[in-house]
């Protein structure tokens, strides 16, 4: 019996309940031939999720933003820093960027069982018997919504070490599809040691997939050096757009043998010439490399040439031209080579030297080369991505995002997440001194705060290095700090309202506008507020309150007079699109109404049924955590 039509019989079935019903169709729909079976872990981080909807808030006080370049028109990317669980900030970026990354990095925890991997709240050791289970459990919640993150030509790159490669490899063919496998890239992280006790590990993998195979081969850069220049010392002077060229022999030998192309050629004396310098047709496995048609067209369009075979002025050997910037079709091309899924030439000890070279300390050892984060982000041939690093650390990625936009003009932008976890050695020092958690002391030496921002505010505005030699910081880079909080998800209208308001800064992320004009355009924040990127592009939020459709009305004058060159993004409390467009009409042709909670609601729906939410039980009814009933009603879904 095929699935449909076992499922058709349980929708049938008398004597059970719609959440026994659906339970069984799950069933059915997730039973696998081949694969990964492991034991689902629950998550507290992910329990959350049940009673609250995450949100961003700014930290102004921490943003890095060079007002001379922000004030000016030119493009300055808004990096972005968010401190939380990953869970909680990969679900609110499924509202800001959902298919808008074009290249993931992550160097998630090996599971090592050495102190390196915690699940709520406690290091999974080797002796945990659901160890892999718990990582499996981890994994496969972040990378499902990072696949929805995702563009149609994203990419994504994933660490990761012996302890957990075969899973992660099979866990990612279920995920993100087998299909869209490309390769596990070899690292050599280190020379060796002569201690060991076996075979030395000196490597470690990039595992890399696509979104789709649709685009494989034009998403990825390739290897311009790898073709000798030197070697294109010929230039034909009537045909200056073929670039420079070098001369290659017609003939072939050692191939599949084919009469068609063994044929007589005529010489420029007259003669006529054969494959291996014969002078007549003779079968003996040598043939040209291009058939008849397409010699003929070769003379006509001068890619052939030929030349004397020897000093002595006898024979002639036909060559054809191999120019840089066309194929011997007259297509246009750039000479390259594929690259290679080999990596020797960085060391893991550059990791710990860049570092030291800013904090003068190595003050956090699980980190990665600069070097090789701009060689992962550099297999991306579009030097104008948006880069996701959710597992950020120390903050590399975003340092290699910045230094190689400095180095080729690049204009990516970088979103890195991390929590702000203190390391247990800090943590006891600063208690017995009665430095509490939660306070603002405590916080401060969490990684979020005293490294990866440290860090990247350092490499931004300049900063002494380890000998004591200035380093000039790269400026043409905003970074904006926030963190991750929360609003009651039940939809009552308060919360709606509240949800509303506090989706700001989320909005100024998804539409990369952050520079407030509210006060001077003479608007109330307290209604509603309006933002430009300063380059011609504005988008305004319009709040509940008892002077919204006063409100309105003002906005439409104003957004009259705006000279722009896309629509404005207006988002306002509204139960419908329709509505809005209506109040809006008069300016339609001017802006892209949004409705609000609503837009969010539909963004958030989508993770929770990623999650599964709607179909698992609550761990403990103890903490009144939503039932599944209560999350399918809340995002008003059909159980079934």
């Given at each position: 019996?095929?699935?449909?039509?076992?499922?058709?019989?349980?929708?049938?079935?008398?004597?059970?309940?719609?959440?026994?019903?659906?339970?069984?169709?799950?069933?059915?729909?997730?039973?696998?031939?081949?694969?990964?079976?492991?034991?689902?872990?629950?998550?507290?981080?992910?329990?959350?999720?049940?009673?609250?909807?995450?949100?961003?808030?700014?930290?102004?006080?921490?943003?890095?933003?060079?007002?001379?370049?922000?004030?000016?028109?030119?493009?300055?990317?808004?990096h972005i820093l968010i401190e939380g669980d990953n869970l909680h900030a990969l679900t609110a970026l499924t509202f800001t960027h959902e298919g808008a990354i074009d290249v993931?990095?992550?160097?998630?925890?090996?599971?090592?069982?050495?102190?390196?991997?915690?699940?709520?709240?406690?290091?999974?050791?080797?002796?945990?018997?659901?160890?892999?289970?718990?990582?499996?459990?981890?994994?496969?919640?972040?990378?499902?919504?990072?696949?929805?993150?995702?563009?149609?030509?994203?990419?994504?790159?994933?660490?990761?070490?012996?302890?957990?490669?075969?899973?992660?490899?099979?866990?990612?063919?279920?995920?993100?599809?087998?299909?869209?496998?490309?390769?596990?890239?070899?690292?050599?992280?280190?020379?060796?040691?002569?201690?060991?006790k076996t075979i030395d590990t000196i490597t470690e993998y990039l595992s890399v997939f696509t979104k789709s195979n649709l685009y494989q081969t034009e998403i990825f850069n390739?290897?311009?050096?790898?073709?000798?220049?030197?070697?294109?010392?010929?230039?034909?002077?009537?045909?200056?757009?073929?670039?420079?060229?070098?001369?290659?022999?017609?003939?072939?030998?050692?191939?599949?043998y084919s009469d068609s192309l063994n044929y007589g050629i005529k010489c420029p004396d007259g003669t006529i010439c054969f494959p291996n310098g014969r002078t007549e047709f003779?079968?003996?496995?040598?043939?040209?490399?291009?058939?008849?048609?397409?010699?003929?067209?070769?003379?006509?369009?001068?890619?052939?040439?030929?030349?004397?075979?020897?000093?002595?002025?006898?024979?002639?050997?036909?060559?054809?031209?191999?120019?840089?910037?066309?194929?011997?079709?007259?297509?246009?091309?750039?000479?390259?080579?594929?690259?290679?899924?080999?990596?020797?030439?960085?060391?893991?000890?550059?990791?710990?030297?860049?570092?030291?070279?800013?904090?003068?300390?190595?003050?956090?050892?699980?980190?990665?080369?600069?070097?090789?984060?701009?060689?992962?982000?550099?297999?991306?041939?579009?030097?104008?991505?948006?880069?996701?690093?959710?597992?950020?650390?120390?903050?590399?990625?975003?340092?290699?995002?910045?230094?190689?936009?400095?180095?080729?003009?690049?204009?990516?932008?970088?979103?890195?997440?991390?929590?702000?976890?203190?390391?247990?050695?800090?943590?006891?020092?600063?208690?017995?001194?009665?430095?509490?958690?939660?306070?603002?002391?405590?916080?401060?030496?969490?990684?979020?705060?005293?490294?990866?921002?440290?860090?990247?505010?350092?490499?931004?505005?300049?900063?002494?290095?380890?000998?004591?030699?200035?380093?000039?910081?790269?400026?043409?880079?905003?970074?904006?700090?926030?963190?991750?909080?929360?609003?009651?998800?039940?939809?009552?209208?308060?919360?709606?309202?509240?949800?509303?308001?506090?989706?700001?800064?989320?909005?100024?992320?998804?539409?990369?506008?952050?520079?407030?004009?509210?006060?001077?355009?003479?608007?109330?924040?307290?209604?509603?507020?309006?933002?430009?990127?300063?380059?011609?592009?504005?988008?305004?939020?319009?709040?509940?309150?008892?002077?919204?459709?006063?409100?309105?009305?003002?906005?439409?004058?104003?957004?009259?007079?705006?000279?722009?060159?896309?629509?404005?993004?207006?988002?306002?409390?509204?139960?419908?699109?329709?509505?809005?467009?209506?109040?809006?009409?008069?300016?339609?042709?001017?802006?892209?109404?949004?409705?609000?909670?609503?837009?969010?609601?539909?963004?958030?729906?989508?993770?929770?049924?990623?999650?599964?939410?709607?179909?698992?039980?609550?761990?403990?009814?103890?903490?009144?955590?939503?039932?599944?009933?209560?999350?399918?009603?809340?995002?008003?879904?059909?159980?079934?």
């Amino acid at each position: 019996m095929n699935k449909q039509d076992l499922i058709s019989k349980i929708k049938k079935l008398d004597g059970l309940t719609q959440k026994e019903r659906s339970e069984l169709i799950e069933l059915v729909n997730t039973k696998k031939k081949y694969g990964l079976v492991w034991e689902d872990k629950a998550e507290d981080v992910e329990e959350q999720l049940r009673n609250n909807l995450p949100v961003l808030k700014e930290v102004k006080e921490k943003a890095i933003i060079n007002d001379d370049v922000t004030l000016s028109a030119v493009e300055v990317p808004n990096h972005i820093l968010i401190e939380g669980d990953n869970l909680h900030a990969l679900t609110a970026l499924t509202f800001t960027h959902e298919g808008a990354i074009d290249v993931i990095y992550i160097d998630p925890p090996y599971n090592t069982g050495n102190k390196d991997f915690k699940y709520n709240d406690s290091f999974v050791d080797k002796e945990d018997s659901y160890r892999h289970s718990k990582w499996l459990s981890f994994m496969d919640k972040r990378l499902r919504i990072a696949k929805r993150l995702l563009s149609e030509k994203g990419m994504i790159f994933i660490s990761i070490d012996d302890n957990e490669q075969a899973q992660l490899k099979l866990l990612c063919n279920e995920v993100l599809g087998e299909e869209n496998f490309i390769t596990n890239i070899i690292w050599q992280k280190k020379t060796g040691a002569s201690d060991a006790k076996t075979i030395d590990t000196i490597t470690e993998y990039l595992s890399v997939f696509t979104k789709s195979n649709l685009y494989q081969t034009e998403i990825f850069n390739r290897n311009t050096e790898s073709y000798d220049l030197k070697r294109y010392r010929n230039q034909d002077e009537f045909f200056e757009h073929r670039g420079p060229y070098y001369l290659d022999s017609l003939d072939r030998g050692g191939l599949r043998y084919s009469d068609s192309l063994n044929y007589g050629i005529k010489c420029p004396d007259g003669t006529i010439c054969f494959p291996n310098g014969r002078t007549e047709f003779v079968n003996d496995g040598w043939t040209w490399k291009w058939g008849k048609t397409k010699l003929e067209w070769g003379i006509e369009n001068k890619f052939i040439d030929f030349r004397k075979a020897d000093k002595k002025g006898s024979g002639w050997t036909v060559c054809y031209k191999n120019y840089l910037n066309v194929d011997n079709e007259n297509n246009l091309m750039n000479r390259s080579a594929p690259l290679k899924n080999m990596i020797i030439d960085i060391k893991n000890a550059d990791a710990a030297a860049d570092i030291k070279d800013i904090f003068t300390d190595n003050i956090f050892k699980y980190t990665k080369p600069v070097k090789l984060i701009q060689r992962v982000i550099n297999f991306s041939n579009n030097s104008n991505s948006t880069i996701l690093d959710f597992f950020a650390g120390s903050g590399t990625t975003l340092h290699a995002t910045m230094a190689l936009n400095a180095d080729d003009g690049g204009n990516r932008q970088c979103i890195m997440v991390t929590n702000n976890e203190v390391d247990t050695k800090t943590e006891k020092e600063l208690l017995e001194k009665g430095i509490n958690k939660g306070t603002e002391k405590f916080e401060a030496f969490g990684i979020c705060q005293s490294v990866t921002y440290e860090r990247n505010k350092r490499v931004i505005q300049g900063y002494t290095n380890a000998k004591g030699v200035d380093v000039t910081g790269l400026e043409k880079n905003n970074l904006r700090y926030y963190k991750s909080e929360f609003v009651p998800s039940n939809k009552s209208e308060t919360n709606k309202r509240l949800l509303t308001s506090a989706s700001t800064e989320l909005l100024c992320i998804k539409e990369d506008c952050y520079t407030d004009v509210t006060a001077e355009n003479g608007f109330k924040a307290a209604v509603c507020r309006i933002f430009t990127n300063s380059r011609g592009k504005f988008m305004i939020v319009v709040y509940h309150s008892r002077e919204q459709i006063e409100v309105c009305e003002q906005l439409i004058p104003f957004i009259q007079t705006l000279e722009i060159e896309q629509a404005v993004k207006l988002y306002a409390f509204s139960e419908e699109k329709e509505a809005l467009a209506e109040m809006f009409f008069d300016v339609a042709d001017k802006i892209e109404a949004v409705p609000l909670p609503d837009a969010i609601y539909n963004a958030y729906r989508a993770t929770f049924k990623t999650l599964k939410l709607d179909k698992k039980e609550p761990v403990s009814r103890e903490t009144k955590a939503t039932s599944v009933e209560e999350v399918a009603e809340l995002f008003n879904e059909d159980q079934d």
